[in-house]
């Protein structure tokens, strides 16, 4: 999946993905590619500074990071993986 990074006349800034801005069902999609293994890509135009792709690709590495494996979350960034399983209650770590 590849995420597009635009900048409108009033320096919003627009997410598309396939053409189309994101949106919530795109988070859905998301996962689903992440679930099967495939990574998150960028893009961006021209008028996102240095400092804001960075930020950028900072969070997408982040998200390329996390696992997901039926209903438990892993990071794999650290040698001792968190499980976080979703609960009535919440979140038990």
Do not use: C, W
């Not at 997408?60 to 039926?70: H, L």
């Amino acid at each position: 999946m590849k995420l597009e990074f635009k900048k409108n006349e009033s320096e919003e800034v627009i997410v598309e993905t396939d053409g189309e801005v994101f949106v919530s069902q795109s988070y859905i999609k998301m996962i689903k590619n992440l679930h099967k293994g495939t990574k998150v890509k960028v893009a961006f135009d021209d008028k996102f500074t240095p400092e804001e792709k960075d930020s950028v690709n900072a969070m997408i590495k982040k998200i390329n990071n996390i696992e997901i494996e039926k209903g438990v979350v892993r990071k794999i960034a650290s040698k001792k993986p968190t499980e976080m399983v979703p609960t009535k209650k919440g979140i038990k770590k």
